[in-house]
């Protein structure tokens, strides 16, 4: 299985100030097709999960373009340029190449 | 409105059985993969079956195989999870998501809680 890891667990972050989350998977997410089948979901507290950054860097509908995702074979990112209060849950990264998995998680909470 | 709504969760002894549905509207059901993820109190989601657009492909996360089986009923625009042999690590919020492709989960329903204890 594909071993999803995130850093940090979690963050506190100022409004208007960045933020910044890594994930590693334990092999390539590159596919035979030339993608990198790469997520990140965002679960606001009482929600389920949301889509906001698919195969790596492309935005999903109405996700505002503080939001950037970047990265590519093992290592990704994904960054917030201006943290706003509406951005407080929990952010995964999730592999699409074999099955799915998921990071554990970075929780973001406003200071 | 794409809308995907889970039912049947609920309080079952281990070993016992239980069978989710998840019923969409708002988009053509019968042309997207759908899956199955659960997710634990305070855990990261865990994905844990998936089936393609006519059926004729189903896969499933190792721990569940041979007690899990999903299907689904393009007539009623119904996908269903069938869990035999519950576990107590099987409790869970059971959500149903459509595939936009290779993990693209949009959108995810609800959820419907399963918890398996004695």
């Known amino acids: 299985d594909i071993v999803m890891t995130q850093t940090p667990l979690s963050l506190s972050v100022t409004p208007g100030q960045p933020a910044s989350i890594s994930c590693k998977s334990s092999?390539?997410?590159?596919?035979?097709?030339?993608?990198?089948?790469l997520y990140w979901y965002l679960q606001k507290p009482g929600q389920s999960p949301q889509v906001l950054i698919y195969e790596v860097s492309s935005r999903f509908f109405g996700v505002p373009d503080r939001f950037s995702g970047s990265g590519s074979g093992t290592d990704f990112t994904l960054q917030i340029s201006r943290v706003e209060a509406e951005d407080v849950g929990i952010y995964y990264c999730m592999q699409g190449l074999y099955h799915r998995t998921f990071g554990q998680g970075t929780r973001v909470e406003i200071k | 409105e794409v809308r995907l709504v889970e039912s049947g969760g609920g309080l079952v002894q281990p070993g016992e059985s239980l069978r989710l549905s998840c019923e969409a509207s708002g988009f053509i059901f019968s042309s997207y993969w759908m899956n199955w993820v659960r997710q634990a109190p305070g855990e990261r989601p865990e994905w844990v079956a998936n089936?393609?657009?006519?059926?004729?492909?189903?896969y499933f996360l190792d721990s569940v195989k041979g007690r899990f089986t999903i299907s689904r009923d393009n007539a009623k625009n119904s996908l269903y999870l069938q869990m035999n042999s519950l576990r107590a690590d099987d409790t869970a919020v059971y959500y149903c998501?459509?595939?936009?492709?290779?993990?693209?989960?949009?959108?995810w329903g609800r959820g419907t809680l399963v918890t398996v204890s004695s």
């Open positions: 089936i393609n657009e006519d059926a004729s492909e189903k």
């Open positions: 092999q390539s997410l590159l596919h035979s097709d030339g993608k990198t089948y």
């Open positions: 998501a459509r595939d936009r492709g290779f993990g693209f989960f949009d959108p």
